[in-house]
Nanobody, 114 residues
């Protein structure tokens, strides 16, 4: 079965940057559409961005122009570059197949403080 391990989260000031990484295994990575999600306690998990096997990346409106999804098929990794971070970006960030609701990893906490 597939597995995801997220890393790179931390505490950052408003306006700062972070780069998250997602290491995947257990499935054919290079032909999979993968996505980043985030969740705040008490709220539903929301989609942040995804990237297709061809490398086309799409970001949600809430993060468009600030977050960029990329992938390295040679390393089975996907990244999320986040700039101009805001307090509302504080959440636990997860990666998974686009549309999946299973096999979630531990996530990585991102906290943005003013």
């Amino acid at each position: 079965q597939w597995q995801f391990v997220e890393s790179g989260g931390g505490l950052v000031r408003t306006g700062g940057s972070l780069r998250l990484s997602c290491l995947a295994s257990g499935f054919p990575f290079s032909i999979s559409t993968l996505a980043w999600y985030r969740q705040v306690p008490g709220k539903e998990r929301e989609w942040v961005g995804y990237i297709s096997p061809g490398g086309k990346a799409v970001s949600a409106d809430a993060v468009k122009g600030r977050f960029t999804v990329s992938r390295d098929d040679s390393k089975n990794t996907m990244s999320l570059q986040m700039v101009s971070l805001r307090s509302e970006d504080t959440a636990v960030y997860y990666c998974n197949h686009l549309g999946s609701n299973d096999h979630w990893g531990q996530g990585t906490q991102v906290t943005v403080s003013s």
